[in-house]
């Protein structure tokens, strides 16, 4: 049997467009600004000097993604942020910055700050996991 779309006109599903597409624009000449994705992850002594938890080094046992954005010659007032769970959608009026995110994050929590001196703008988000071993916290 074959599924009846609600308008025939269309030629995509809405489960097949990714998530974040719609902020895609290739017609918008601003350039992409530099930026870094860190890992960030709370331990303590136990976890540091007695080895308690299952925790490491790796970015499964982190907790936070730091984006750190470049915005040279910007200030805070003119930077427009949209966050979803998996698209972080920058604007200003030199830079553009569609970024799709390697986990799905909090979008409703998190926190931006912009360092004025450095010119950058630090994003933490809570990421969102399935618990498993490691991520029980």
Not at 53 to 65: F, G, I, L, P
Not at 100 to 120: M, Q, R, T
Request: a negative charge; charged letters at 35%; hydrophobic letters at 35%.
């Amino acid at each position: 049997t074959q599924v009846k779309s609600e308008n025939s006109k269309t030629i995509w599903n809405t489960e097949e467009v990714p998530e974040g597409s719609e902020f895609d624009d290739t017609w918008d000449p601003r350039e992409q600004p530099e930026y870094e994705i860190l890992f960030k992850q709370r331990v303590g002594t136990e976890d540091m000097f007695l080895g308690m938890s299952r925790k490491d080094a790796s970015t499964a046992c982190c907790e936070d993604m730091v984006i750190k954005i470049k915005l040279p010659e910007t200030k805070f007032s003119d930077i427009t942020l949209d966050l979803q769970d998996k698209v972080l959608d920058l604007r200003t009026p030199q830079k553009k910055l569609l970024l799709h995110l390697p986990h799905p994050v909090d979008s409703k929590n998190g926190k931006a700050h912009f360092l004025s001196e450095e010119e950058i703008l630090e994003v933490t988000l809570r990421m969102t996991r399935e618990f498993d071993f490691i991520n029980f916290a």
